[in-house]
């Protein structure tokens, strides 16, 4: 079982920034080969917002390139989200995300960017 426990997050006005952390604790955290973001809005469907896989390779939804960069630490067992640029519309709860032997899920947090 892989816990995941997010950090960051908050209220912040449009054109700000904002970092996001997403730690993994568990003894199977050897098993996890990609880690990431997804949001959900309110009335709208969850999406994936950036991936990073265990060779290093990101993917990033069109609505972020050039915003977003998600890294991750493999010494910390550590993936990071920092958000610039942010807009009103990227206004959600940010859910970190594992694959492993299954899908792990953090527990949410709040990004609120104001106009």
């Known amino acids: 079982q892989v816990q995941l426990v997010e950090s960051g997050g908050g209220l912040v006005q449009a054109g700000g920034s904002l970092r996001l952390s997403c730690a993994a604790t568990s003894r199977s955290v050897f098993s996890i080969n990609r880690m990431g973001w997804y949001r959900q809005a309110p009335g709208k469907q ?3 917002v950036a991936t990073v896989r265990n060779g290093g390779s990101t993917d990033y939804a069109d609505s ?5 960069t998600i890294a991750r630490d493999n010494a910390k067992d550590t993936v990071y989200l920092q958000m ?5 519309e990227d206004t959600a709860v940010y859910y970190c ?3 492993g032997s299954t899908w ?4 949410g947090t709040q990004v609120t960017v104001s106009s």
């Open 84 to 88: 610039d640029s942010l807009k009103p």
């Open 46 to 48: 969850r999406e994936l």
């Open 104 to 107: 792990y899920w953090g527990q």
């Open 97 to 99: 995300y594992a694959i």
């Open 64 to 68: 972020v390139k050039g915003r977003f």
